[in-house]
């Protein structure tokens, strides 16, 4: 007898709006980065400038810091969705390369975490049509996960520049290095923006392949209960 799915809707949308608050402060601390970047090259030794520049000081921290926050939550709303819908492919029975907690520990492990998050990613893409088709033969499986690989090329480009970017800020040593710091730093953000963006997207046809699945599981134990009935 097949182990009934979990309901991963509701962790669909915590992940989706966690994002969606990481993109809101990325757009923050580009328009913040700007506006400091602004402010140091019209900088005229005054003291409305200088004290805008110390206030400003002090706000990018914290900034920097609530995005640091606010992407920790992202990771972890994003595996615990991950992780749930990797188990509901065991759940159906459906072949997998990895337990339901190796598939979360992919991001985590050594090594592991170039590649195995998006093999699992393609699993539970693919797979999940696969479990609807042993109801429906005549659906049509979509085998296109190259938006997969793209989000995933996203996340570590995005990962390898944001240290570049600030390694320039902590190498900044006067105005112009520290304005030319910043630009990097709004390049780095804007391709934070690109990737989380990528990430909804994972996330948005997943979930519409997993409430595909989980409705059609309703309707057959519908059908299965009535069959009960009726004998």
Not at 28 to 40: A, D, H, N, R
Not at 183 to 211: D, F, M, N, Q, R
């Amino acid at each position: 007898m097949l182990e009934e799915i979990k309901d991963n809707s509701q962790r669909s949308r915590d992940a989706y709006l966690i994002f969606i608050a990481l993109a809101c402060i990325s757009i923050i601390t580009i328009l913040v980065l700007i506006f400091q970047s602004y402010k140091l090259n019209s900088y005229t030794n005054n003291e409305e400038d200088l004290a805008t520049i110390q206030l400003l000081d002090v706000v990018v921290p914290i900034v920097y810091i609530l995005q640091f926050v606010i992407n920790v939550a992202a990771i972890v709303f994003f595996v615990r969705w991950f992780k749930r819908a990797y188990g509901n492919l065991i759940r159906r029975k459906q072949p997998t390369g990895y337990s339901e907690n190796g598939a979360a520990w992919g991001f985590f492990i050594p090594i592991v975490f170039f590649y195995r998050p998006v093999t699992t990613a393609k699993e539970i893409f693919l797979k999940t049509q696969y479990a609807i088709r042993e109801y429906n033969s005549n659906l049509r499986v979509d085998t296109d996960t190259s938006f997969i690989v793209v989000w995933w090329i996203l996340y570590w480009v995005n990962s390898f520049f944001a240290n570049y970017a600030s390694d320039k800020r902590e190498a900044a040593f006067d105005i112009t290095t520290f304005v030319d710091a910043n630009g990097y730093l709004i390049i780095s953000e804007v391709i934070t923006i690109i990737s989380i963006l990528c990430a909804l997207y994972v996330i948005h046809k997943i979930t519409k392949v997993e409430t595909l699945l989980r409705e059609t599981n309703e309707s057959v134990s519908e059908i299965d209960e009535i069959g009960k009935a009726i004998v």
